[in-house]
Structure formats: C-alpha cells, structure tokens
C-alpha cells in the first residue's frame, strides 16, 4: 500500500499496521496539519532502535537533547535565490504543530558550509540537511561523520555517497539504471555509450558500468567524445564500426564507346549513330546496413553537441528501427525540438506526482516551487517524522519499503545511494515526449 499526503509529502511505504492503513490509497489530507502525522503513523510506532551511523548504536546523535533539523544552504551569494526556496520548502515541510524545528545555516556566510556545519554539530542538531554541491558537501560530510550527524546532502554526484552520507539529488546513475532495465523487458542485451568527456559524461558512464554489472551484462563498450566536432564524427564510426558494416560496392563497369576515331585511325569518321529515346535513370537500390554492434545507446549530450551527434546517428545508420537509443533526464527542459530523435528515451519523475506539493507551495508562497525544492521538503518532512516518532536511527532511514516523496518512491541504501522509481518518456516524432512506462511503486534495488 502506498500513502500519500495532499501535498506528496514523503510517507511510509510498506504494509502499515498504524491509523493509515485504513486510509484507501491517493487518501488526501492536509499537509499542514497531516504530513507529519502521515509519516509517524505510517512507520508504525514500534520500530526497534536500529544501529547508528558507523555502529553508534540506538537514535543517531540521541546524547543531543535539541532534536532540532540542521539545514545548510547558500542564502547570500550567487545561489542565494536556490537556497531561499528550498529554505521555503523545508519550512513547509515542518510547518505542522509540534514539528521540529530547523536549524538554519548559510554555506556561503562567514566560514562558509565549514562554519556552518560546525555550528549545527554545536548546536546539536538531530540530522542536517544539506548543503547544495558537491563540493561543500565534500566539505561538510568529514565533520558530520565524526560527529554521528546523518546527511541527507543536495547534490547530485554520487562520488559523495557513503554510509552516513545520503545523496538525494537525481543522480546520472538513477536515470540509467531505471533505462537499462527497462531496456532490458524489451530484449535489449547489449549496450554501448556515447558520452561527452565531462563530469556528467563520466558520471553516466560509470553508472551504465555498474547497472550492467548488476545485470550480469556484457561489460558495455563505451567511448568520450571531446567539443571538437571531428572528435564526435570519428568517436561515433568508432563505435558504431560502420566501416565494416558497409556493404561492399558494386563493381562500376564502364558502358560501352560507340565505333569512332581510334588510336589506330584517328582520323577515321564515326558512323552516324541511330536515333534512340532517352531512358530515366533507374532508382539505385536501397543498401541494406546491418545494424550496429549493441542495441542499447546511452548518451549524454545537450545543446550544439547533440546536434551533431543526431547528425552522425543518422550517418552512421543508427536509429530507433535497430538501437534503443536513452539519454538524461536533461533531455526534459527541451525534448520539443528533439523530434529526430523520435523513440529515444529518458527517464524522470513524473511530474504529476508533484502536483499537490506544488499547489500547496504556491497558496503559502505565492510562486510555484522549482523542482530542486523538492529534495528540501522530502528531507525535512522525513526527518520530522523519524524525530517525533522517537529519533533519527540509521534503521528508520534506509527501511527497506522506501518512502514515497514529492517526486515518487525512493529509497535511502545503507552505503549512501538513493534508489528512485522514475518514469520513462518517449520522445515523439513531432517532439515531445510521453510516458511509456509508469513509474514504479517498487524500488529497484542495487545489489550490495
């Protein structure tokens, strides 16, 4: 049974013995007044104190008497605006009587994300939320660590996970682990890459590495392109081997000279040559091109750089009639001008799973949230529900039923991944894109 709040707050999943399993699924509450409640009633109020982070036994940090929610975000600077908004959600997220309360931090004020999970380890804070990037939370985790703080971190580089450390931003490896297998329902065995030679390129290739792993798939062949346009035509032929999938040519015989001068008689005249009718030209015969040698292709290019590699697909003799062809979530912000590419995928929450968390933000505040708020409010409404039913134990955030959020089901692995149900959208002919497999109510899990 899955629970969810008006607003999609995060809830218990799993088979609930609390007031909630009375409630029919898509039950719709006040996130106001409910969210909270919805989660403690959701877990069950018996849930045995598990180990800590790092073999700390019981509720993580349980010496601290606040229990208040630590959250790390840059509200002065250039991302100050970003941070504001998720400051917001997390508020709504705790806006119920009796939640916690938050414990505020700027990463970029003085002694920047350092200070300020200082701080909130002064503070005693029960679990800390946060920061934004990658780097500040390379920054921030070692302090946490050693305090026995739990971190549910922003980012979305995976490289910053590990137990105790929770990445909860929409990572490469999120998207295409949730592609290759569904791929893999439609036959596709054998997967290649085609990847700009950057972070997110590296990122995604090292997470198709790890999902066939998984998968007991062929290790994928995967190559990195650079700017240079040539390095994309020739990275491209490469993988694609299309040299030798070329059909050899015809043999071109030169049609016959009618009798005139010669190199004997020079000077000899030609006959007069017969009237004839012009015949058209016969169409040339289509080339059958057999298909390359993987029939799954993950990319990862935006912009002038997908251009062109639509382009070479295209010349190269790749399409969706012989390739399952899968790219990032990125892919959703423009995917009306990606109609060559009709049939190629990309996996991403389904939008409508936020519905109600959007309207609640904008009747508070007055502007509909940007989806990076999301992560905020999952967190914070997570992490009251685990404080108000006794505590933040390692035990209560990685229970294997997951929790259903504002973006779907998740679910927190002990080493510091997040597992996500996502959905995969299709890119149509005219641009666009629709779901062709719903998001799941069952989280894929990795094996350890």
């Not at 916690?100 to 003085?110: A, C, E, M, R, T």
């Amino acid at each position: 049974m899955v629970s969810r709040t008006s607003a999609s707050s995060v809830a218990f999943v799993g088979t609930y013995s609390g007031p909630m399993a009375r409630l029919r699924k898509g039950a719709r509450i006040s996130v106001a007044a409910g969210a909270l409640a919805t989660l403690a009633a959701c877990a069950g109020g018996n849930t045995p104190p598990g180990p800590g982070v790092n073999g700390v036994p019981g509720s993580i940090n349980s010496a601290n008497a606040s229990h208040d929610v630590g959250l790390i975000l840059p509200l002065t600077g250039r991302n100050a605006v970003i941070g504001a908004r998720m400051r917001d959600a997390a508020v709504l997220a705790l806006s119920s009587h009796g939640s916690p309360k938050l414990d505020i931090h700027d990463s970029n004020g003085p002694g920047g994300s350092l200070q300020a999970v200082n701080d909130a380890v002064a503070h005693g804070d029960a679990i800390l939320l946060g920061p934004l990037t990658a780097t500040d939370t390379a920054m921030v985790s070692p302090v946490a660590l050693n305090a026995g703080l739990p971190e549910l971190a922003f980012t979305s580089d995976s490289g910053n996970a590990r137990p105790g450390v929770w990445v909860l931003g929409l990572t490469p490896e999120q998207q295409v682990r949730r592609m290759i297998d569904a791929a893999r329902a439609t036959g596709r065995k054998t997967f290649a890459a085609f990847l700009p030679d950057n972070a997110l390129g590296h990122a995604t290739g090292d997470g198709l590495l790890r999902a066939c792993q998984d998968a007991g798939l062929a290790v994928p062949q995967i190559v990195y392109h650079s700017a240079d346009p040539q390095s994309i035509v020739s990275g491209l032929k490469t993988l694609s081997a299309i040299d030798t999938r070329m059909p050899a040519t015809a043999p071109v015989v030169a049609p016959p000279v009618a009798d005139g001068p010669s190199a004997i008689d020079p000077v000899a005249e030609a006959p007069p040559a017969a009237p004839v009718s012009a015949a058209p030209a016969a169409p040339a015969p289509a080339v059958a091109v057999p298909p390359p040698p993987f029939d799954g292709l993950v990319l990862a290019d935006t912009g002038l750089a997908l251009a062109q590699v639509i382009a070479e697909l295209k010349a190269d003799h790749i399409d969706a009639s012989n390739v399952q062809i899968m790219g990032p979530a990125l892919w959703k912000a423009f995917d009306g001008k990606l109609g060559a590419l009709h049939g190629a995928w990309y996996a991403a929450p389904d939008a409508r799973d936020r519905n109600g968390y959007v309207a609640q933000y904008r009747a508070v505040y007055r502007q509909p949230p940007s989806p990076v708020t999301d992560l905020s409010y999952d967190a914070a409404a997570l992490s009251g529900a685990l404080i108000k039913q006794g505590g933040v134990t390692a035990q209560g955030l990685t229970r294997a039923d997951g929790f259903m959020g504002v973006d779907g089901l998740f679910r927190l692995l002990p080493d510091g991944h997040v597992t996500r149900a996502l959905a995969i959208f299709q890119i149509q002919p005219g641009g666009g894109a629709r779901i062709v497999v719903p998001a799941s109510r069952e989280v894929a899990v990795r094996p350890s």
